[in-house]
């Protein structure tokens, strides 16, 4: 019943914004600690951004400063708040929580940051 589902990717310019948003369902995300991920091209996929249950954050050096993960817990959705974006944050961005030893992925939504 666990389900996420990202939002919000798309084709943009460099030094532009856009939020991404992972809605959750089949369990409540405040319990649990959240995280984004991203995968570029013929890369391996890397861990980009940590939302814990008192909330702490961290980043991924590349990205800290620029990007910003909260919560809406009524909604049981994370977000992913990206400025001033660089060709290099091309990549699918993935939604991930863990429950107990399980761990759960979404599709992911692509991010292009192109002129």
């Known amino acids: 019943q666990v389900k996420l589902v990202e939002s919000g990717g798309g084709l943009v310019r460099p030094g532009e914004s856009l939020r991404l948003s992972c809605e959750a369902s089949g369990f409540t995300a405040s319990n649990h600690a959240m995280f984004w991920y991203r995968q570029a091209p013929g890369k391996e996929r890397e861990w980009v951004a940590t939302?814990?249950?008192?909330?702490?954050?961290n980043y991924v050096d590349s990205v800290r400063g620029r990007f910003a993960i909260s919560r809406d817990n009524s909604q049981n959705t994370m977000y992913l708040q990206m400025y001033s974006l660089k060709p290099e944050d091309t990549a699918v961005y993935y939604c991930?929580?863990?429950?107990?030893?399980?761990?759960?992925w979404g599709q992911g939504t692509q991010v292009t940051v192109a002129s």
């Open positions: 991930r929580a863990q429950i107990f030893l399980d761990y759960y």
């Open positions: 939302s814990g249950t008192r909330g702490d954050t």
